[in-house]
């Protein structure tokens, strides 16, 4: 059974750093595009970024282009989302997620986590 669980969310100050951790387990993965997600109150889900599992491409949502670094540890089978001068506007739930195609495209994702909560105070 493939499982995806996020941890690292909280609660943290504008201009904070936080870092998310997105464990997978239930088969392997070195296939697949693993993807960040959030859902802010009250919006849709949306694209944060991407990795593939290799670790040598990534790609961001403007919103969040040089403010946050997706990275793989391979031996803990963990993908991170690395978070730096955080904003109000990122307070979000964010999920990860994992597929087989390079996309921005929600629907392309085959199996997404649980959700972690991140709240950004003024």
């Known amino acids: 059974q493939v499982q995806l669980v996020e941890s690292g969310g909280g609660l943290v100050q504008a201009g904070g750093s936080l870092r998310l951790s997105c464990t997978a387990s239930g088969r392997t993965f070195s296939r697949y595009v693993m993807g960040w997600f959030r859902q802010a109150p009250g919006k849709t889900r949306e694209f944060v970024g991407r990795i593939n599992w290799s670790g040598d491409t990534t790609y961001y949502d403007d919103s969040v282009n040089g403010r946050f670094t997706i990275s793989v540890d391979f031996a803990k089978n963990t993908v991170y989302l690395q978070m730096y001068s955080l904003k109000p506007e990122d307070t979000a739930v964010y999920y990860c997620?994992?597929?087989?195609?390079?996309?921005?495209?929600?629907?392309?994702?085959?199996?997404w986590g649980q959700g972690t909560h991140v709240t950004v105070s003024p």
């Open positions: 997620a994992a597929g087989l195609h390079v996309t921005a495209r929600q629907f392309k994702y085959d199996y």
